[in-house]
Structure formats: structure tokens, C-alpha cells
């Protein structure tokens, strides 16, 4: 299942931090109905029964949505449930050995930070790169900065897709025109806040503009 770049426009990194009295389930499905084009479940604290069940359950909402649906890390999990790919780190498994594991039909998403990361990332089989912290954030205490020079020099170097990842918000998204990125990929921004599909409406309509 390659990746199309339209499905990278709005991409939601799940958290479970901002819950308030609402499941993570409630605020992805809120997420979907203000247009978020892709979801990502990150889980640091579940144990393994609960993240699976969570896993499955967020499935159906974004086949339901026609939403592609991956998983942060844990490639076991991944093609345990069938979800439709997996996303690593630099520090995770290295990304030729997760293809392998993935077979040619899933989605590779890649984090990288520099020129070389993404390249080599790309010869190995990703399908898109996340590329950041591009501004300063708080959802990831170990989200190295990645200028704006950076990222444009990123997406010449490649052909896969690139999105943006960190402290982008419906406030500073239209600083990142221009630098060849497809979409954005955000945590607090849509997850912090109040309304969570309004949230995610407003920056979908803002990212439009810019790619």
C-alpha cells in the first residue's frame, strides 16, 4: 500500500495526555470529523493487552473513515492487528529490517533530522519521512530542532513525501510554505485542545494553503 502524499496533509500523532474525561477513541473520531487524513497511535505506557485492544479499536474508526492507520514502533503489533504500516525513529529498529518484517505492501514512515537520515531512510525502504522538531515543542522531551533550511534541503533530497512534525499549530503552519513538505504532523495542537475537531478543521484549512 503505497503511500499517497494527499493521505499526509493532516497527520494525527495520538497522545493520551489531554483526555479530560473523554477516551482516546472519542478524540480521534473528533479528529477525523474535522479532517485529519492520517492517524498515528502512540502508546509509551500501555501494557500489551491494553495497547492491542486500543490498537484494534482505533482501526475500525479510520477504515471506517478511509483513514490509513499505523503504529508508532512496535512492528509486532503492527502486523499483529493488520494495521496498514508502522512508523520508526532513529533510535527504533532500523528501517531496512522493519521492511523486511513488513513485507512491500505497508506503510514505512521514518523520522529524520538531517539530509543523510533521510536519504538513507528513503534507500531502505520508507515510504515518507517525518522530519523535525521544526519548531520548539513539548510533546516529545527528546525532539531535536531541524531548521527550516534543513527541512527544504530534506525534501529536495528525496522523493518520497515529507511532513513536518513538532509544535506546529494553526499559528505558525504558514511559516513552513514553501519548504516542499506535503503535510504536517501534529500531537497538541489538535489533541490539547478545547475542540478537538475544530482544531483539527482550522489546521487542515491552513495546511491546504501552504503545500
Known amino acids: 500500500m503505497p503511500c499517497d502524499k494527499k493521505d499526509l496533509l493532516l497527520y494525527a500523532v495520538t497522545d493520551r495526555s489531554w483526555l479530560g474525561g473523554q477516551t482516546l477513541y472519542e478524540q480521534v473520531e473528533q479528529a477525523l470529523k474535522g479532517g485529519v487524513t492520517f492517524v498515528q497511535l502512540r502508546e509509551k505506557h500501555l501494557d500489551e493487552g491494553a495497547f ?18 499505523v503504529i508508532n514502533d512496535d512492528v509486532a503489533l503492527a502486523l499483529a492487528v493488520d494495521a496498514d504500516g508502522v512508523h520508526v525513529g532513529q533510535n527504533d529498529m532500523e528501517a531496512g529490517d522493519v521492511r523486511a518484517l513488513l513485507g512491500p505492501d505497508k506503510i514505512l514512515g521514518v523520522s529524520a533530522q538531517t539530509v543523510e537520515q533521510a536519504v538513507l531512510a528513503e534507500a531502505r525502504g520508507a515510504d515518507y519521512l517525518g522530519v523535525g522538531a521544526v519548531f520548539p515543542t513539548g510533546s516529545k522531551d527528546d525532539a531535536e530542532d531541524v531548521s527550516l533550511a534543513t527541512l527544504k534541503a530534506i525534501c529536495g533530497a528525496v522523493s518520497i513525501p515529507v511532513i513536518a512534525i ?46
Open 52 to 69: 492491542r485492544a486500543e490498537a484494534l479499536e482505533i482501526q475500525r474508526l479510520c477504515r471506517e473513515y478511509r483513514v490509513p492507520f
Open 166 to 211: 513538532g509544535g506546529i499549530g494553526a499559528r505558525n503552519v504558514e511559516k513552513l510554505a514553501g519548504s516542499g513538505i506535503v503535510g504536517v504532523a501534529v500531537i497538541s495542537a489538535i489533541f490539547a485542545a478545547q475542540d478537538v475537531r475544530a482544531a483539527a478543521a482550522e489546521l487542515r484549512a491552513k495546511t491546504e494553503r501552504i503545500v
